[in-house]
């Protein structure tokens, strides 16, 4: 089986135009934003922030459907409904969410506090479903709660196809280094799949956190802000093959169609509000970037941010970051 290399679901960033870049550049499977599986079978259907979040574009490749929630019969409904959708090519389960308003819902990563629950949530996906059903979960609640290797066994005898962990627990949240030994001694636990995540940056990391873990495949998150050729980067390392990092040239031209096709979907309003962050991450460590990104902040067309950008192009002083320090 040739390795996974996942793009790393990030609510609010991996939207349909930025997963498609990502899978342009070489990345084999992506999942959606989270949806609420109590929120998606409750909400007016043509609500535009559902409409957003699933859908996908034609170019994209395997495109999971990520939900979280507490409620095995509200999972089981939801996914039924998103299979019969016929857009994707799995479920994905969040048992991984750090963030206060999921975790209070006992929802996300507080799954990993009630395993029997876990597994129920994983059995009656799988029984409502012919796709594949995955979990994404991490290495326990906190440094006194590590118990994902047990969780992972739980999970796969509930039926899970497929994990991704992300080495940390949830109390670290996204804070110090995410532990790739013991990612390892969950992928030595089980026979379903096992996908690494967790400071995946660059293809020296990529080779080390696989031979580290000995995992089937890699989950990248925030190595991809402003960097959708970290896949392409990834994939060279892989396959031995060199890299030469892309010119800075290269992140404006990719930031100015991810906002143009963004505003077609979307509408120029919201697009330039949502691609603020996504400026700002092309153009980290660029020289002279923090005085444009204050200045693409207040414009108001995206006529405005491509003068902008294409004059900090010009600007040949700087020299783009290709390390993985984008991070928010
Ligand atoms: C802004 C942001 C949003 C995230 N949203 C989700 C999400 O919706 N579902 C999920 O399972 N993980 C989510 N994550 C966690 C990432 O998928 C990933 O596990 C984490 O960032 C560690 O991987 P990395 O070091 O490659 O970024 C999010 C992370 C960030 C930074």
Not at 130 to 141: E, N
Not at 178 to 207: C, H, M, Q, R, Y
Not at 268 to 274: F, M, P, T
Not at 295 to 324: H, M, P, Q, W, Y
């Amino acid at each position: 089986m040739s390795t996974i290399l996942a793009l790393a679901p990030m609510a609010g960033i991996t939207d349909q135009v930025f997963r498609r870049l990502c899978f342009e550049w070489g990345c084999s499977a992506a999942t959606t934003e989270m949806v609420s599986a109590q929120g998606f079978l409750t909400a007016p259907r043509d609500r535009n922030a559902y409409r957003f979040l699933l859908e996908r574009l034609p170019e994209e490749g395997d495109l999971s459907v990520q939900l979280f929630g507490s409620d095995p019969l509200y999972f089981a409904r939801a996914a039924a409904e998103l299979e019969a959708l016929g857009r994707y090519t799995g479920i994905d389960i969040n048992m991984g969410c750090p963030a206060q308003k999921v975790v209070g819902g006992q929802s996300g990563s507080a799954l990993m506090k009630d395993p029997a629950l876990a597994g129920k949530i994983v059995e009656s996906v799988k029984k409502a479903v012919s796709l594949p059903v995955t979990v994404k979960m991490r290495l326990g609640w906190d440094d006194a709660h590590k118990n994902a290797v047990s969780f992972a066994r739980l999970l796969e005898q509930s039926g899970a196809d497929g994990l991704t962990v992300h080495g940390r627990t949830r109390m670290q949240q996204y804070s110090g280094k995410a532990d790739w030994p013991a990612i390892g001694e969950v992928k030595a636990a089980v026979k379903i799949p096992v996908v690494a995540n967790g400071d995946v940056t660059d293809g020296s990391s990529a080779l080390e956190c696989l031979r580290v873990t000995g995992c089937d495949g890699l989950a990248v998150g925030r190595g991809a802000l402003g960097r959708p050729w970290v896949f392409g980067e990834i994939r060279a390392a892989l396959e031995g093959r060199p890299w030469e990092a892309p010119p800075f040239s290269l992140a404006v031209d990719t930031a100015l169609r991810q906002a143009r096709e963004m505003a077609a979907w979307k509408g120029e309003k919201s697009a330039l509000l949502e691609m603020r962050k996504h400026f700002s991450w092309y153009t980290f460590g660029r020289r002279g970037a923090a005085r444009v990104r204050t200045e693409i902040n207040r414009a108001a067309s995206f006529a405005e941010v491509e003068a902008l950008l294409r004059a900090l192009c010009d600007d040949s002083g700087g020299k783009k970051a290709e390390t993985g320090e984008n991070i928010p």
